[in-house]
């Protein structure tokens, strides 16, 4: 599977897959995706003392980064990642890549706040130690690319690794995602969409 490092309109990098048409970020901005999507419309929504998060695609590692550097909380952040960037790729990268150092599929406490589990597995098969999660960050490729990770199943796992309360966002708002989203129990809203895009959707576990 080849892989191409691309330079989005905000000036930051992410990962072209041109045999499926993809890329790890939006093309409009990688920064300000992330921001939008995960930090402002996630993060920054949980009001709790400390807080899990369970991410789907750990990918370029940039979500991460973002909730390290604007967390004012403790975090445990579990992420999944099935098929890591290598080397070469991760320098490239034009934001921090420290977080690549760390091992695979251990607990690895990077600072007072804020601990990383990278689990090198699919979604599928991943069974996280530490739950509930207060928050999901789910950032598969696009439905038209991975149609399997975006079903009532798939929903339905995630479902069951949130506690009452804790929520799912993403850059996604296509509405037969909304539709499997409430299928398997979720309340879902749309949001005003990061730069390039009009909605996101963000969903509840009642």
Known sequence: MKRELLVTADGSHTIAIPDMNVTYHS???AIQESMHVFIHAGLQAIQAPAIRIFEMGFGTGLNALLT???ATIPV????VEQFPLTAQEIEGLNYGTDLHQYPWNKDVKISEKFTL????????DVTPV???FHLIYYDA???ASQPELWSVAVFEKLYSLLEPGGMLVTYC???DVR???QAAGFKVEKLAGPPGKREMLRAVRP
Request: charged share 10%; glycine share 6%; no cysteine.
């Open 68 to 70: 390290l550097q604007y």
């Open 117 to 124: 589990h990278k689990a090198h597995a699919s979604l599928l």
């Open 27 to 29: 093309t409009h901005g």
């Open 130 to 132: 530490v739950q509930p």
């Open 141 to 143: 490729f696009a439905p």
């Open 179 to 181: 539709r499997a989203m």
């Open 173 to 175: 708002s296509k509405g």
């Open 76 to 79: 445990y952040y579990y992420a």
